[in-house]
């Protein structure tokens, strides 16, 4: 099993460009979830989903849009790419809800210059 | 508002020695604590977590200990090695599912 995988692992994109990025996991999880974590802070949650088809913000959704059509994907788009949006963006999954421990991807480090 | 806190940026160990890391959470709601691990350049990686129905986990050289009373949990690694030489992230959830992470300790384990 791969796990959590994450394109690309680095990335720089001038303010107002869009881009994509990807998540995939392999061990038919139902949750997953994209995190953000700026430099001498927690994991912050952008977005989440509990199947395909169902997505829901988290704590910082703004700038963010998501969509699961499938189990095994769950893409991060921004639109509209903001100095504020330079951080270290990672995707997980999870069995279920609660006590459940998710599992996490390398992470996609984003510079918006 | 941090909802889950590390006081400590930093802690710094011999090997051999006990690492400490401690953590306080202010919502008296959330019921699940976990711990993260986490390399540079990599994804966080599950450590040990504790229901709010106990006062403490054990897995290995890993403890962790839950004061509900004081709102507050810690972490024990007895013996440290160098290669415990990591961020540790604190995180908690409770009626939302949704884990909240504390800003990370980060562990320096000395040959």
């Known amino acids: 099993n791969a796990g959590v995988t994450q394109t690309p692992k680095f990335r720089i994109l001038k303010i107002g460009q869009s881009m994509t990025l990807q998540c995939t996991q392999d061990?038919?999880?139902?949750?997953m979830y994209w995190y953000r974590q700026d430099p001498g802070m927690g994991l912050k949650l952008i977005y989440y989903s509990v199947g395909a088809g169902i997505t829901d913000k988290g704590e910082v959704p703004n700038g963010y849009n998501v969509s699961r059509s499938t189990t095994e994907d769950f893409p991060l788009r921004l639109e509209l790419a903001a100095p504020s949006q330079t951080s270290v963006y990672f995707c997980a999954s999870s069995i279920g809800q609660g006590m459940n421990e998710q599992f996490f991807g390398p992470g996609t480090r984003l510079t918006v210059l | 508002d941090q909802q889950v806190k590390q006081n400590s940026p930093s802690l710094s160990v011999q090997e051999g020695r006990i690492s400490i890391l401690n953590c306080d959470y202010t919502n008296s709601m959330f019921d699940y604590f976990l711990w993260y691990k986490k390399y540079p350049a990599e994804g966080p990686t599950f450590l040990i977590s504790?229901?709010?129905?106990?006062d403490k986990n054990e897995d290995g050289r890993f403890t962790v200990f839950l004061n509900k009373s004081a709102k507050h949990l810690s972490l024990h690694i007895v013996p440290s090695q160098p290669g415990d030489s990591a961020v540790y992230f604190c995180a908690a959830s409770g009626a939302t599912n949704k884990l909240i992470f504390g800003t990370g300790t980060l562990l320096a384990v000395q040959p």
């Open positions: 061990m038919n999880h139902n949750y």
């Open positions: 504790i229901s709010s129905i106990k």
